[in-house]
């Protein structure tokens, strides 16, 4: 299996443009599948730059109802004529930032919304057999504090956004399963318990920004709490994990001191190659030395971080 990434926080590949986005390309045996549009028609400049060809995708996935993972929808179906595209029934909702106090849409493009070309799902669906897509997914772990400014308008009011417009892309190939998912905003802990109550096992790797960026202030001890753990419980799965996005750069450095070889960064341009047979055994460090890096990350964290 064959993953790009046509857009990303980071440059990865020189020449290849940078935004507050998302999109993946990915190559299967027999189907060639763009998750996520960016925020922008960004994705389809990185695409002619890497030599890959939107025309010929014929599975779209879109995983939540945020325009910085559905910006660029309307041109790729501008562009590609057969891609269906499968995208949540609540994702066309009117989703929100608090920015300066004020809201600030962040929703899709309403005008797609009766687009023939796209399946609205509700809940759980499978594209075919080994391309799986499910979300509906328990909070047996909260929900991280770096969603508090996110809000979604019911009756005219602005709550809480509960994502669960969020949706996931499981592909089976070759005794291999893949985990896809945009931002993990209802937290990858419990969209990994919700898979192994599923399929039994965990996931061979995931793909997935984890949505620890804290766009504009200091990360708090909480926060900073947040993340420790989830890197310490990550590390106990025998998942490798590729992160990007929303994650953060400061949060990914703290988080890579303590698992190791078993968190990757998935930078723009990027191309990734999974097997089965290409997984690997992980570099452990003395405790010590690790945690003591961790600090160094922690007081980085604490002096602030902010989206470039």
């Known amino acids: 299996m064959k993953i790009i ?4 926080n980071t440059e990865g590949i020189s020449g290849c443009g940078t935004e507050h986005g998302l999109s993946l390309w990915i190559e299967t045996g027999n189907h060639k599948i763009l998750m996520d549009t960016g925020a922008s028609d960004l994705f389809v400049q990185n695409a002619e730059k890497l030599g890959v060809d939107l025309s010929l995708a014929d599975i779209c996935v879109i995983s939540h109802g945020h325009n910085d993972h559905g910006g660029g929808l309307k041109r790729f179906l501008d562009i590609n004529r057969k891609a269906k595209v499968f995208i949540q029934e609540s994702a066309f909702g009117e989703y929100y930032s608090i920015r300066s106090n004020e809201p600030v849409y962040i929703g899709l493009d309403p005008s797609l919304k009766e687009n ?8 759980d669906y499978e594209i075919e057999p080994g391309i799986i897509l499910f979300s509906g997914v328990p909070l047996n772990h909260p929900m991280y504090h770096t969603n508090d400014h996110l809000k979604q308008k019911v009756n005219d009011e602005l709550i809480n956004d509960t994502f669960m417009h969020e949706q996931y892309l499981v592909i089976c190939e070759n005794g291999m399963q893949v985990l896809f998912s945009g931002c993990a905003h209802r937290g990858i802990l419990n969209i990994l318990e919700e898979y192994r109550n599923r399929y039994g096992k965990d996931p061979d790797d ?7 960026m804290n766009h504009s202030r200091g990360y708090t001890d909480e926060e900073i709490h947040d993340i420790i753990m989830t890197a310490q419980e990550l590390k106990k799965r025998s998942t490798v994990f590729f992160t990007c996005h929303c994650t953060g750069t400061a949060p990914y450095e703290a988080m890579k001191v303590i698992m190791n070889r078993q968190l990757n960064y998935l930078h723009c341009g990027e191309q990734l190659t999974l097997s089965k047979s290409g997984k690997g055994n992980y570099m452990k460090y ?3 030395f690790a945690w003591g890096t961790v600090f160094c990350f922690v007081m980085t964290m604490i002096t602030g971080y902010k989206r470039k």
């Open 116 to 123: 023939e070309r796209i399946i609205r799902v509700q809940g």
């Open 206 to 212: 995931v793909i997935s920004g984890f949505h620890t």
């Open 286 to 288: 003395h405790k010590m």
């Open 5 to 8: 990434s046509l857009a990303e």
